[in-house]
């Protein structure tokens, strides 16, 4: 069964911020990941598309990676969102991420055809930096374990 | 200039290892990273596709981590292969690997529209396992740093 996220967060970033091909709902080409809220968890779902492959039979681990890194500055976002009082849905712009680091641990061969979800707990480190450990499962197995810092993005990152 | 790797460890892959989405020749949805020697130094090239943004006019972070996952898996690839007496071109089906963790510093954004290159050094830290330490530079500037353990390939990774 195709689970999906209600309210993303990634459904109310501005639109000059919604073009990443991980996670931009203006990307037409993108992955559309989208991250809300289970609790005080963070969930992201995707099905791999079939040219996603690692051999075949698996999934590329380079999705692995890209799906944690979205997961991990929308995990950012909807934390400091609700920090600052809001939920999305709420029609306030939530802040938008950028990654500082990314690390992945590939604990086992992801089989392909089924939806990942990737669960995030998030922890503030300093007030603009946070960092979500991420797990990401496989027909309720666990595949592969992230970990992300997120910092704000900086102004000097939008070109007008 | 459109720079080009000559001998590529990716084009000696066997068949049923050249399915990768970063890295398989034979998947064309892909991206076809392809990973070749340069002296001792290992080097991959890619040029990112327009929908390839974190932000416009920005590279983003999930393809940069891909470009380091099979340039990493690529580089432990022809390391061990030439350890074994071998380079590519000469016929020999090389040893494949799989990524037992990748992690990535992203150092500054990345500017769209121009050739990446990464540059890795090999190291064997055991028979079966490598790591490679990747520099990613756009326009001459390092943009990502990232280091990659990689396990020669289980055969339980292949399902016939």
New interface residues.
């Given amino acids: 069964m195709e689970e999906k996220i209600i309210k993303a967060i990634q459904d109310e970033y501005p639109d000059?911020?919604a073009?990443?091909?991980?996670c931009?709902r203006l990307?037409?080409?993108?992955h559309h990941f989208r991250t809300g809220w289970e609790e005080d968890k963070t969930v992201t779902f995707y099905i791999p598309?079939p040219?996603?492959?690692?051999?075949?039979?698996?999934v590329?681990?380079?999705?692995i990676?890209?799906l944690i890194?979205?997961h991990g500055t929308g995990s950012a976002s909807l934390a400091l969102h609700r920090k600052n009082g809001f939920e999305p849905g709420e029609g306030e712009d939530p802040p938008r991420f950028?990654?500082?680091?990314?690390?992945?641990?590939?604990l086992k061969?992801t089989p392909h055809g089924v939806q990942l979800k990737a669960i995030g707990k998030v922890e503030e480190i300093h007030p603009k930096k946070f960092k979500v450990v991420a797990e990401v499962f496989a027909n309720d197995s666990l595949c592969a374990r992230g970990e992300v810092v997120a910092v704000v993005m900086p102004s000097s990152?939008?070109?007008k």
């Fill in positions: 000059d911020f073009w990443c091909y991980g931009g990307n037409d080409a993108g598309k040219e996603h492959t690692a051999l075949p039979g698996f590329y681990g380079g999705l990676a890209s890194d979205c950028v990654t500082a680091s990314l690390n992945v641990e590939f061969p990152f939008l070109r």
